[in-house]
């Protein structure tokens, strides 16, 4: 399919019509294991641990978004996290964003540092200064862009560079940005991390991961340890997210100016202290982001003038905008990070602001979406 537009790899690649019955939609393949005509001799699945049509049909259309040689799906965006973290040998470093979402955090802190990995936490946006705050014996830089919650945005292009020349490897949270909007492969990345949990399946109703590269290397190594650990999704899940992704473009589009208009409404109004959306020209990633992202995606971020309390109040006050962990779906859901989402990295370097509340804006009518924040917001 390379040649073809997104919106067209979107609905094809990977999910060719059924040669057997002309279906076309990828059938969701259940059977967990699969004929050998003699020892050895099949169509290339034996056990769905090991390989599974619905989910070959779904890495192959990430990797073709992505532009990646290939791709893996994961039972969640954690386990692609856990399967590439288990590509490094023991005792490597990671250098992680002073604002990776709480989760990466916790894997990384509570589960990989206990078993002799090292890791510190750097502002990436930061490049001038981010020389010096990468140890030499480094093997990997782990970004987000934009980031979860605070959305901050990192130059991939140049930290790829710096990482590079020190020899590590760096990986890219593409789960805010989607491929539709941002390509971190085609600007020096390693590998691409996503929870398809959220715009890629995009309606709330399936947890997984994906992992996109094309280095060789890195594909074996991620494919032996998706068999041997195992954590993969059900059939049922990869067809899920293979549908979300066909509307993916549509509903990027729309989440965008959705949250353009959420974003400008924010800035006016006295409550709010600081809106964070990479959109606004006085965004401090804006240049770069404009120059790496295809649209400013739908994540908007604000702190209330209030404080905690306030932010504590406005989010328990929205009815439209659902008070919910996760994002990326079609319906718009509001949260409190410190508490929430990120309540993992409480006294950490990566702490969240009490005040701050995250906006995951859907696709409804936008004018519904702002009245229901102008309300919450009337404390
Ligand atoms: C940026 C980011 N990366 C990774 C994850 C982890 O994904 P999952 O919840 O599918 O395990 C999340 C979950 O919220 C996330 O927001």
Known sequence: MSGHGFETRAIHAGQEPDPATGAIVAPIS??????????????????????????????????????????????????????????????????????????????????????????????????????????????????????????????IEAVSELAHRRGARVVVDNTFATPYLQQPLAQGADAVVHSSTKYLGGHSDAVGGLVATSDDELADGLRFVQNAAGAVPSPFDCYLVLRGLKTLALRMDRHCTNARAV???????????????????????????????????????????????????????????????????????????????????????????????????GVETVSDLITDLEQALSI
């Open 263 to 361: 974003a400008e409404m924010l800035v006016a109004h006295e409550a709010v202290e600081k809106v964070l959306w990479p959109g606004l020209p006085d965004h401090p990633g804006h240049d770069i982001a404009k120059r790496q992202m295809a649209g400013f995606g739908g994540m908007v971020s604000f702190t209330m003038r209030g404080g905690e309390s306030a932010a504590l109040e406005m989010v328990s006050r929205t009815k439209l905008f659902t008070l919910a962990e996760s994002l990326g779906a079609v319906e718009s859901l509001i949260e409190h990070p410190a508490r929430m989402t990120h309540a993992s990295a409480a006294d950490s370097p990566l702490a969240v602001d009490a005040a701050l509340v995250r906006l995951s804006v």
């Open 30 to 155: 259940v059977s967990t294991t699969f004929a050998q005509t003699a020892v050895g001799e099949h169509q290339g699945y034996e056990y769905s641990r090991s390989g599974n049509p619905t989910r070959t049909s779904l890495e192959s259309c990430l990797a073709s978004l992505e532009n990646a040689d290939h791709a893996l799906a994961f039972a969640s965006g954690l386990a692609a996290e856990d399967a590439l973290l288990r590509q490094l040998p023991v005792g490597a470093h990671v250098v992680l964003g002073n604002d990776a979402y709480g989760g990466t955090f916790r894997l990384i802190d509570k589960v990989y540092r206990p078993a002799g990995w090292t890791w510190s936490a750097a502002d990436l946006t930061d490049v001038d200064r981010l020389a010096d705050r990468v140890p030499d014996h480094t093997a990997l830089i782990w970004l987000e862009t934009p980031s979860n919650p605070a959305l901050n945005i990192v130059d």
